[in-house]
């Protein structure tokens, strides 16, 4: 129990009437890459989305069950401390368009206001690029606007700014659906990096990118978590008839 | 069929004719109104019309210097008071778009925004010039800050509701509590908007006259005091262009040619952020 950082039982989620997550349970192991993956509209981002609390967002969207990180209910704790613990990287790279590369970095501490000292900060924002891939390209521009860089270095800046927080765990929400194939392998290379550190659940359309990257995967359908295994297990010998249905492309 | 087409030709060209003859036309009433205040106006000004009070009748030269000092003080008065109150509320408007109170209050800036300016004066008279007992600068920038509110306000909703919520949600999920996301990104990510929208109000009310006569009065004579009655370009248009001394005409000519610049340049800046920064109002 303790292993897990975060753990959902008969989670289910709603937009309006739309019952969107039903009675997932689940339980993801510390340091580990999970991929998430099923058809279009089948909850997968919108559970994602709980476990941040970026759900309760949307108007008319409820939750229930409980979901935890380790032992503390997500939903009894403070939604800002929550989203401290756990970073998120979203489908279109979103750097600050008002922001320097610098401040784009370290925009979770300057935009809550914490007070840094300067050097610790300079380290805070090295230390988060090079562990994005980022700093070589950047460390000679990083009081250029972040906008001013290509697809897949924003996407790697977001990531450096979910880094620089410090997170238990880092959501990624399609992270490279809008980047071209060569952006795509770089993210890739970098989440074998990143789980050393922290713990990646990655929400994805491409099922090679999830045989690619993941330790486990977990397979939803319809709202419910079908499957949840061992990634190599899942794409060689799926126990559920469904997953294999997506897998060998039955259904998409 | 060759005739048929020749006449579809003909009327196609016709309409083309009409349309580019139309959109020279409408270009007209602004090339002459500019001519005839620069042919009537530029000729007045000169150190001595910006630095000094109206001359008493009979004499020659004197100035403009109060009604300028005025339009500068009751102008930088009501962006006070209407600036904070329209970017917040057009916060809301832009944040809030689905709720009742915004469809209702998003109404009334509408139908404000059409309210006559001499309404506007006249009721601000009974409001802040009656209590108070006195015309003042400050109830003619009150005046003035109401015509404000419906463009700031809506130029902050149309730009805000222009970014991606992806910006928010970015901001959001670092732990960013609600407030410093729309202080700290969503506000200056639509700065140039925002701000542009402003200049276009300055523009619109710097020329108001109406709303000024029952409130600022104006005044002969040099005066800061915003709780004293005070002078303003288009108050000293008003009076002087229909006095019957030749001098006092020059005087108003000069005047109208300063606030046409202003207005002119105000425009021009709006319209070189507005495409530096490719927004559209």
């Not at chain 1, 979103?94 to 320097?100: E, V, Y």
């Amino acid at each position: 129990m303790e292993h897990s950082v975060i753990s959902a039982s008969n989670f289910n989620a709603w937009f309006g009437d739309n019952h969107a997550v039903k009675d997932v349970s689940i339980k993801i192991e510390k340091n580990q890459v999970i991929a998430v993956m099923g058809p279009s509209g089948c909850g997968k981002t919108t559970f994602l989305r709980c476990i941040n609390r970026m759900h309760e967002l949307v108007p008319g969207a409820r939750t229930e069950g409980t979901l935890k990180l380790y032992t503390d209910d997500i939903y009894t704790m403070n939604p800002i401390y929550v989203r401290y613990k756990i970073g998120m990287v979203f489908q279109r790279p979103n750097p600050f368009p008002n922001l320097s590369i610098y401040d784009n970095v370290v925009a979770g501490y300057k935009l809550n206001g914490l007070k840094i000292p300067k050097a610790e900060m300079d380290h805070i924002v090295e230390k988060s690029l090079t562990s994005a891939a980022l700093w070589n390209e950047v460390k000679d521009s990083l009081h250029k606007k972040g906008t001013f860089l290509s697809g897949g270095q924003q996407q790697r800046l977001c990531i450096a700014r979910a880094i620089a927080m410090e997170p238990e765990v880092i959501l990624f929400d399609e992270p490279t659906s809008a980047l071209d194939p060569i952006s795509t392998s770089s993210i890739e290379a970098l989440f074998h990096e990143l789980k050393a550190n922290y713990t990646l659940i990655i929400v994805t359309h491409n099922m090679q990118q999830a045989a690619r990257v993941s330790d486990k995967t977990a397979f939803f359908y319809l709202g419910e978590l079908v499957e949840f295994d061992n990634t190599r297990q899942m794409f060689t010998a799926p126990k559920d008839k469904r997953t294999q249905n997506y897998i060998t492309g039955r259904f998409s | 069929m060759d005739a048929r087409l020749k006449v579809r030709n003909t009327k196609s060209i016709i309409f083309k004719s009409v349309i580019v003859f139309l959109a020279f036309v409408i270009t007209i009433p602004l090339i002459i109104i500019l001519l005839y205040i620069i042919k009537q106006g530029v000729t007045q000004v000169n150190w001595h019309f910006l630095t000094h009070v109206p001359a008493p009748v009979g004499e020659t030269g004197g100035g403009i210097s109060n009604a300028l000092v005025g339009s500068i003080i009751i102008v930088a008065l009501s962006s006070i008071i209407a600036i904070p109150v329209g970017i917040l509320a057009g916060i809301y408007l832009s944040e809030n778009a689905n709720t009742r109170l915004a469809y209702y209050s998003g109404l009334c800036v509408d139908i404000l925004q059409g309210v006559p300016s001499i309404v506007v004066g006249m009721v601000v008279y009974f409001w802040v010039v009656k209590p108070l007992g006195t015309f003042s600068a400050l109830s003619g920038s009150v005046a003035l800050a109401i015509m404000m509110l419906p463009i700031v306000i809506r130029s902050t909703e149309q730009t805000l509701k222009l970014l991606p919520d992806s910006l928010k949600e970015a901001a959001l999920s670092l732990g960013v509590p609600y407030h410093r996301v729309i202080l700290k990104i969503i506000v200056p990510c639509g700065f140039a908007g925002i701000l542009s929208g402003i200049m276009l109000s300055v523009a619109r009310i710097i020329g108001e006259t109406a709303p000024l006569l029952f409130t600022a009065f104006g005044n002969p004579y040099l005066s800061a005091a915003i709780t004293k009655p005070m002078q303003s370009l288009p108050l000293l248009i008003f009076n002087y262009a229909t006095s019957p001394y030749d001098e006092w005409h020059n005087l108003a000519w000069g005047a109208s040619f300063i606030l046409l610049m202003f207005v002119l340049l105000l425009n021009i800046f709006t319209k070189l952020i507005t495409r530096k920064w490719n927004i559209q109002l």
